[in-house]
Structure formats: C-alpha cells, structure tokens
C-alpha cells in the first residue's frame, strides 16, 4: 500500500505546480501504484500529520508503514526502485542525482524569487525595484542551463530522475514567456511534458482541481 498526501485546494496558479506532481510523475514513470490522501488545512496542522511532515506541507510518501517527506528525497527513494529513472551504472547515477540537486539548489532558488514577486507581490513597490534584478539573475541561470542543454535531448545521455526534478522546476515559469528566449530550454521541457508518465501524473494531479476550476469558471 503506498499514499501520497496531496492537498485539497491550491490556487490555479500552482495547480500542476505542487511539489506532490513531481512525486505522482515519478511513480508512474516507474510503474508504481498509488493513492492519495487528500489533505485539507486542518489536515495538515493535526498532530498526526505534522508527526509525518514538520512543516505541514505536501508531499508525504506513505509506503508500507514507512514515512518520507521532501519531495527530493521521496523522488530519489522511487528512482532507486526503477531504471527508467535511475541508471544501475554507479557513475551515471551518480551524474544524475548530481543534476537533482542542481535543480533543487541551483535553479529553484533563482525561479522562487521571480514567482515569488509575481504571484504574491505583483503591486508592491518594493517588488517592481527587486524585479529588475531578480530577472537578469534568472534570465542568466537559465542561460547557463540552456548552453549545458544546447544540441542534447537530455542533461546526460538518457532521461533520469535529474530531467524529472529539472523540469518540474522549469515547469514554474511557465506563466510568463521566459523559456521563449532559451529554446534548448523551451525544447527539453516539451520532451519531458510529452512524456506518457508526465501525462498520466498531470491529468490526476489537475483532477483534484476540476470541481474548484469549474466553480471558479462560472464567477
Ligand atoms: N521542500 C519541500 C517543499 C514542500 C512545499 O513547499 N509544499 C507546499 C506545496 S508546493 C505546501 O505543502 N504548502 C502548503 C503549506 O505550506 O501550508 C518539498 O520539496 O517537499
């Protein structure tokens, strides 16, 4: 038995964004079934869920009795299960949890700080002076990936849990016109969303939203 807490209710701007859609992607990229255990605010403060995840939030990876947080961590425990996602050669594994920590670590955080400003200080006047600043850094990391990209369908020689975590990262751009100017970039993320497992996860991931998109529609 395996469960995956997901949460009830996001804003449409995260939905497809929820750090529990990489973790669905990851399972069916390795054939793994799952339910999910939908969390309400309530849920996530109760003491038996914040005993699972200190901080509240989503994902929890329930397996067996055994209990994983951090979306990072949770993918890599499904990725050592399954060669679609994780190489048997040692070296080339390790290559490929280097590249998910480098989207974690090293792309996430120049991502966040645009998303950041966008979605939730869109008015603010200190945003606008940070915008300025907290783009070029962005436009520039994502230069630096770009060229490591340039004439390669993926960041190693095949598709690994390192493609998974990146492009869920990339994936947060995707309202505003960022990739356009990278097409190395436009193009990856495109392979990776072509992807049947990629498909699958994003259809149940957005099927918990399809009520609230609904209401939402008709206000
Ligand atoms: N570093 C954590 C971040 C998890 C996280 O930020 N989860 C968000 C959804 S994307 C959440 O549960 N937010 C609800 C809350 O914080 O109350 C991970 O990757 O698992």
Excluded: N
Excluded at 49 to 62: H, K, S, W
Excluded at 163 to 180: E, G, I, K, N, Y
């Amino acid at each position: 038995m395996r469960t995956l807490s997901v949460l009830k209710w996001v804003p449409p701007f995260a939905r497809g964004s929820v750090k529990e859609f990489r973790v669905r992607w990851a399972l069916e990229e390795a054939g793994l079934p799952y339910e999910e255990r939908v969390l309400t605010p309530a849920d996530q403060d109760a003491a038996d869920y914040r005993a699972l995840q200190p901080f509240g939030q989503v994902p929890v990876l329930e397996e067996d009795g055994f209990e994983l947080f951090e979306s990072g961590a949770i993918v890599l425990r499904i990725a050592e299960k399954s060669e679609v996602l994780l190489p048997r050669d040692e070296r080339t594994r390790a290559k490929a949890i280097q590249w998910m920590f480098a989207a974690q670590t090293s792309v996430q955080p120049s991502i966040d700080q645009v998303t950041a400003l966008d979605f939730f200080y869109p008015e603010e006047e200190w945003a606008k002076l940070r915008r300025p600043g907290a783009e070029d850094f962005l436009k520039r990391r994502l230069g630096q990936l770009a060229g490591r990209l340039e004439g390669r369908e993926w960041l190693e020689d095949r598709f690994t849990a390192g493609d998974l975590m990146m492009a869920t990262v990339l994936r947060d751009l995707r309202h505003r016109d960022f990739l356009s100017g990278f097409p190395a970039l436009a193009g990856y993320v495109k392979r990776c969303e072509a992807r049947p497992a990629f498909q699958r996860a994003l259809a149940d991931h957005m099927a918990l939203y399809a009520e609230a998109a609904k209401a939402e529609a008709a206000e």
